[in-house]
């Protein structure tokens, strides 16, 4: 079985701080991760993605994340969080299903 | 990178009634999906929708309550039939170009009173 489990509900850091979301997964397949970022009334857009190359991914806006196959993670993480990175995070996989699996989401709070 | 448009953006219903939803990719497409995304919760994969073929649906979701159309490579139609409260939820058409690409539309906002 395939599956996303976000580690958190809420995170809450101060503007200027590092960022860290918790993603572990399982699959049977070699997977394709991702991360989405959802700001309040709006769509779905695409962080980042892992599909197999490089371990350490970069995405938009100073995001990046690793992939850690020893420990089925692929934590997200920004050095500095700015006030407008406060939105809800979803990392999802692409296993052999052809089926996007998301996790449950991450609100990220980010405190002046 | 599919550009994708959704219509209608959001819309409030009454119950018993029945809202169809667009989605206009501005490229052919083989895979289309559509999600539910509820009020605070995660995407829901509701069905697959291959042009050709029906839509294969999810757990949980049946043809009847959700018709689905995918007359060509570039547009489908997800229908919510016989809307209850329960209904009211962000929904979602997302196309894939593969395992290493996927996209999503805007998202159509419905509340059903």
């Known amino acids: 079985a395939q599956s996303v489990t976000q580690l958190d509900s809420h995170v809450s850091v101060s503007e200027g701080t590092p960022v860290l979301l918790r993603c572990n997964y399982s699959?049977?397949?070699?997977?394709?991760l991702f991360w989405y970022v959802q700001h309040p009334n709006k769509g779905l857009q695409l962080l980042l993605k892992?599909?197999?190359?490089?371990?350490l991914v970069k995405g938009i806006n100073g995001f990046e994340a690793e992939f850690k196959k020893s420990e089925t993670s692929f934590h997200l993480t920004k050095p500095s969080a700015h006030m407008s990175d406060a939105a809800e995070y979803f990392c999802?996989?692409?296993?052999?299903?052809?089926?996007?699996?998301f996790g449950a989401g991450t609100r990220l709070f980010v405190k002046a | 990178s599919a550009v994708i448009s959704q219509k209608p953006s959001r819309d409030i219903c009454q119950r018993g009634t029945s809202l169809t939803i667009q989605c206009q990719v501005d490229?052919?497409?083989?895979?289309m999906f559509w999600y539910r995304q509820q009020p605070g919760q995660s995407l829901t994969l509701i069905a697959t929708?291959?042009?050709?073929?029906?839509?294969?649906?999810e757990s949980g979701f049946v043809i009847d309550k959700f018709p689905i159309s995918r007359p060509n490579l570039t547009f489908s139609t997800l229908t919510v039939s016989n809307m209850s409260p329960e209904d009211s939820s962000i929904y979602l058409c997302?196309?894939?170009?593969?395992?290493?690409?996927?996209?999503f539309g805007p998202g159509t906002r419905l509340t059903v009173t």
């Open positions: 892992y599909t197999s190359a490089a371990t």
């Open positions: 997302s196309v894939a170009e593969g395992r290493n690409e996927q996209y």
């Open positions: 490229s052919q497409v083989t895979m």
């Open positions: 699959s049977s397949y070699s997977p394709s």
């Open positions: 929708a291959n042009q050709g073929s029906e839509a294969t649906y």
């Open positions: 999802a996989l692409w296993g052999g299903s052809f089926k996007t699996i």
